[in-house]
């Protein structure tokens, strides 16, 4: 989840929430009860421990937090942590004993509670249907899921592939899974057949649940083909459940393998809807959920029982202030992250979370803001870029619905420009609603970085350390530089309950990912340039290993991009370092232009393409480019080349895969790729104008 920002000074505040809105906060009423006056204090008081102060630390934290959210273990902890073999490899909670599940799900839908009748899950496919699913009747169809997945030989510590459309049903299948005590490996719907072959070989899953398909853009997107192929591939999968979204299945028009293939209504809705949720060790696996694989191959990450709870629920309280009647939407897949984030950490509190199936801009590009006004939704998630693409289609879009239901908004994923923060600010959110734009990523199954509800705002700025996350900048020493305002590395200088146990690779590649860069004290090396301000905003400046070192200066990829961005012309930018004879790297930068691109009537090789509808693509917009960028950053950063695509090569959350850019234009090894969302990028890269 990597971000960017404008040089942090040049911006100013755009956000200050009123005291009425800080006193009604969640976190206000967290900082109230503890006698905590200001957020510094607050950040200060969950992260370190105060000489005098006992209720201070990032052990009182996480153990406060048990009780103050309300998470249920059925057997005591004996400690909140055991970091006595380092922080790279801390137990969080021995001793203890939980389950997702049963926090999630079963509490809320035993007979005597109040929630057992609330609607856990509002969906909305694409085509307009609606489906509210209350926690009674999801609890039903997780115990069937789980007795399903017994009757096929699968215990705690057995892998479950999970290759499904956004259907409620996924729910069922995640929870069912850790009722089961089975490590859950959702794989996003939209991966081809190598990489969701290359999870399904890793992870050696011998169950995969997946449709028959899923709509989008007014058509039919096949799935069950896709996953035959990669079963082909990897092997392992001996049962594969089917359910059948487009009624292909249930007329037999998809290919069906009658030892392996299973009917989702005979193969879990014929199953007891009973089921005791087993008591598991704190540390007990609960999901493998792979990284998008931007720096290699797709890393397996190991998320707990415990970890993933009190992250996720942590999160939506304190970032998100959720409340009882609030409806929480992000968007995303269940093979992302944020997924199943949204899933625990709204259904935590007994909560409404909302699920769609489609395309943001289907039939119209008011798809979602027609969705949070017809169902009164009041957080909404969504990335930088697709509000761009929303952006671009005019306000009017916008301004035809009622969105004063939304309290809050969030981001990640990649690159803001300060435009499209503040049009999201001011036409989403109305001017009034924050946006949390939070950092951190599936290796912690949550944020580093997270903006609180009662922060004052700068567009881009990631407000500063999420609660109980010990998050630093330091230089290459390991020294910290936070409070000297200089960008440095960002870093954990310790351990929190959702970090990954390691890796389902193992403990060597864990370690030289994360920890190797700064071992004396260890320091997690998440990988980002990082910068905290005059006013205690941070931001963040793109990835660390992506710098660029022209004639020795070193400056973030993110921020050459950032410069490019502020011209009117650039939609989007990626730049690479390539090598050069003169200064050893020069900057070549790719562009998408604003509404519009070449006339692919046009030679290839044109250099004064036509524009479609928008900016036209110019020798005059390379030298203006070339300009504005070495105007703020010097003229060694001036870019060698300023080429023209129409998209950049990205994984599903959205970051650019610069690798495979830089990789494209010096006719390198691309390496791995098997989890790029869109393939065909990099022919556009390849062909680049």
Sequence with gaps: MTEQAESPTETGIVHEPTQAFVESTNVWQFMQAYGIDDYDELIERTTTEIEGVPQSGV???????????????????????????????????PGGEINIAHNVLDRHAAPDNERRNKVACIWEGEDGEIREVTY?????????VANALEARGIGTGDTVDLYMPMVPEVIAILYGCFKVGAIAVPIFSGFGVDAAATRIEDAECSVLFTGDGFQRRGGEITLKETADAAI??????EHTIVYDRLGLAGDGEIPWDDDRDEHWDEAVETQDDEYETKSLPSDQESMLLYSSGTTGKPKGIVHTHSGALMQAAKELHFGFDLKPSDRFFWVSDIGWMMGPWT??????????MFMYEG??????????WRMIDRHDLTQFGISPTAIRALRKKGDDWVEGH???????LGSTGEPWDPESWQW?????GGGEAPIVNISGGTEIMGCFLMPMPTQPLKPGTLGGPGLGMNI??????????RDDHERGYLVARDSCPSMTKSLWSGDERYLEEYWSTFEDPPLWDHGDWAQKDEDGLWFLHGRSDDALNVAGRKVGPAEVEGAAMEHDGVNQAAAVGVPDDTTGTAVVLYVIVEDGGDDRSESPDSRAAQPRDGVAETDELRDDIRAVIGQEHGKPFRPREVLFVDEFPKTQSGKIIRRAVQATYTDEDLGDMSSIENPEALDDVENAR
Excluded at 72 to 84: A, G, L
Excluded at 232 to 237: I, L, N, S
Excluded at 424 to 428: A, I, K, L, S, T
Excluded at 472 to 481: P, Q, Y
Aim: charged content about 30%.
């Design 136 to 144: 009674h009747e999801l609890a039903r169809r997780a115990n069937q």
């Design 424 to 428: 999201f600010y001011e036409h989403v």
């Design 232 to 237: 082909e591939e990897a092997g392992h999968v």
């Design 472 to 481: 630093d900048i330091v230089d290459e020493a390991g020294t910290s530089i």
């Design 402 to 408: 009622d969105l004063s239901s939304l309290r809050m």
């Design 343 to 352: 899933l625990i950490g709204t259904h935590a509190f007994g909560g409404t």
């Design 359 to 368: 395309a943001p801009d289907h039939p119209q590009p008011d798809r979602f």
């Design 59 to 93: 052990d009182w934290f996480w153990d406060e937090l048990v009780d103050y959210l309300d998470v249920e273990f059925y057997e005591d902890y004996d400690d909140v942590r055991d970091d006595s073999e380092g922080p790279q490899f801390t137990d969080w909670y």
